[in-house]
């Protein structure tokens, strides 16, 4: 049987796979990382929360208590230098990490982290694995669809997106009538929404679509999707969202998609 350590970042996400371990009854650890908020929820659990810079420390310890797998989930509030203090078994990693975090990009860092992690001998868990129910696989979910125009505009978002990722910067793009209003930057996708609202037309042509990044590890920072992204859609008279399927992660779909068909908003995977 599985013994699991979640690496837990902000959002929902974490405590939501908890619980679906809990129900299971599988066993396992809870690390969170110093300046970076988490949910309130996970406190029952006792979690540890460390410095980056102890992150080696900790995990062979758990090894030693025969953890094998690893569950990467919920945002991680990248560490300034200063704020890594490592220990004797990270110390020999700093100049790497610290090339990776000068370097830039999520992708990169995530890469490298992750290539080390299994060094020590863990297995990268994909939450499909454990949450199948969380995503949404290609085609129309919402009672209304999105229209030829916009069918257009998902294309071009599409390709932009492919286009960039290489750069590794954001996963999610709004486009309306032909036009790029915005490209989601290290802010994430609500500011890319809110920001968004002064530029575009006042109609109901403008969509959002959200992708992951070409060549990315499809087992973490996969695209997320919460109630309150569409609420945001909404408010900012963005009419529906494209999103990669089967490789997007909804909170509650079926809280999305009524709310979505409550507000004429359409949910399309493409």
Do not use: H, W
């Not at 100049?95 to 370097?103: A, D, G, S, V, Y």
């Not at 915005?182 to 996708?189: D, L, W, Y």
Request: net charge positive.
């Amino acid at each position: 049987m599985k013994k699991i350590i979640i690496l837990a970042g902000n959002g929902e996400l974490p405590y939501i796979v908890v619980k679906e371990l809990e129900k299971r009854k599988l066993d396992f650890f809870i690390i969170t990382f110093k300046n970076n908020k988490v949910s309130a929820k996970l406190k029952k659990y006792n979690p540890i929360e460390i410095n980056f810079g102890k992150i080696v420390t900790e995990l062979k310890k758990l090894k030693i208590k025969k953890f094998d797998s690893i569950i990467m989930i919920g945002g991680l509030k990248k560490p300034k230098l200063k704020e890594i203090k490592p220990d004797i078994n990270s110390l020999k990693l700093i100049p790497m990490f610290t090339k990776k975090i000068i370097e830039g990009g999520d992708n990169n860092l995530l890469s490298f982290c992750i290539k080390k992690i299994e060094e020590i001998g863990f297995k990268i868990t994909n939450i499909k694995d454990i949450l199948p129910e969380l995503f949404l696989g290609k085609g129309v979910f919402t009672k209304i669809s999105p229209k030829k125009n916009m069918i257009k505009d998902i294309r071009k978002g599409q390709k932009i997106l492919e286009q960039i990722s290489k750069f590794d910067i954001g996963q999610s793009i709004i486009v309306q009538k032909g036009n790029v209003v915005g490209i989601e930057g290290v802010q994430g996708t609500d500011f890319l929404i809110k920001n968004s609202k002064n530029y575009l037309e006042n109609d109901t042509d403008a969509i959002l679509l959200k992708s992951t990044k070409k060549k990315q590890d499809l087992r973490v920072d996969l695209p997320t999707v919460g109630i309150k992204t569409m609420e945001n859609c909404k408010k900012s008279n963005i009419y529906g969202l494209a999103f990669c399927a089967n490789n997007t992660i909804f909170l509650d779909v079926k809280k999305i998609i009524s709310y979505c068909n409550k507000n004429k908003l359409f949910l399309i995977g493409v």
